[in-house]
């Protein structure tokens, strides 16, 4: 064990698979999928412009999503240490300032490829850079907050990349119809981003981050994570079967029934069901997300 730990604080280089965890894969299909369904809603041929589908999808998950896991591993470093020890930074695979340095070339990347997308796409591209800093980053650091941290992520994570799609693809601002629905979603989506924090409770408690694990205590923003997961989804229904759309209407809402039965499961154990919650329900929220872009092609 000495050894180990002799060897990490003379590394002067990150590990290479340190690096890629550092920016967490994991957590890009999020925004890629939105992005999709930017471009899905648009109603506009994908392979009419097949590189601004691929140049977006790269730029919302491996890109502005990576940057902005190595910005909140950095910036939570002191955190992570507490309750991921053996995250890249706090263990010492990557060294010294590192987390920094690898954070702000992926932010100038990032823009550069941004600017490649027009400015529609440049000014999704800038907010999002500006948006991950400010939610880990002090004196900002919008992550101390249980409700304003989770709406900053879960907008940026479902709302903005479905936006930027949509724009993307069309060359100019969406109909009103597709901005509320990813808005819809991504209000859904706070609640997905309440669950993330269950599993950070004890290092937020001790750091000062009060998360709503943390604040209403695990139960109650369960139950509140739930209600917000569930509402902005029956107003996409009642608003889909207002359009016309009433067979999309009816599989977002099958769909619903079904997270409901989950959200039942998950408040019977919220701490140690979350994680379960996210590999399931989420699957169905998602999927929601996308039937709605189909249906509201038929709209616009």
């Known amino acids: 064990m000495s050894v180990s730990l002799g060897i990490r604080a003379l590394r002067r280089w990150p590990e290479p698979r340190a690096i890629l965890t550092l920016i967490k894969p994991i957590t890009w299909f999020p925004p890629v999928w939105a992005y999709l369904c930017g471009v899905v809603s648009s109603g506009v041929p994908v392979m009419s412009a097949p590189w601004l589908v691929l140049i977006g999808m790269v730029l919302a998950g491996p890109v502005v999503c990576g940057m902005s896991q190595a910005a909140n591993d950095w910036c939570d470093r002191h955190v ?48 999002g850079v500006l948006a991950a800093w400010a939610y880990s980053a002090e004196p900002v650091r919008m992550k101390k907050s249980g409700w304003w941290g989770p709406g900053l992520v879960a907008l940026c994570y479902e709302g903005l990349p479905w936006f930027t799609g949509a724009a993307v693809l069309s060359a100019g601002a969406p109909a009103w119809q597709i901005v509320a629905l990813a808005l819809l979603y991504a209000v859904g989506a706070h609640g997905i981003m309440t669950l993330n924090d269950f599993k950070a409770l004890e290092g937020d408690r001790q750091t000062g981050v009060n998360s709503l694990p943390v604040t209403l205590g695990p139960e109650r923003a369960a139950h509140v994570a739930s209600w917000i997961m569930a509402v902005p989804q029956l107003v996409v229904i009642a608003a889909l079967a207002w359009w016309g759309q009433v067979y999309h209407a009816a599989a977002i809402a099958a769909l619903l029934l079904v997270q409901l039965w989950a959200m039942r499961v998950l408040l019977s154990d919220p701490k140690g069901r979350a994680p379960w919650y996210n590999a399931t329900g989420v699957t169905l929220y998602v999927s929601g997300m996308m039937v709605a872009a189909f249906a509201v092609r038929g709209v616009v």
């Open 80 to 127: 992570d240490a507490i309750n991921e020890p053996d995250r890249p930074i706090p263990s010492g695979r990557i060294p010294g300032r590192w987390g920094l340095w690898i954070a702000l070339f992926m932010s100038i990347a990032a823009l550069a490829l941004g600017s490649t997308l027009g400015p529609w796409g440049f000014g999704a591209t800038v907010f």
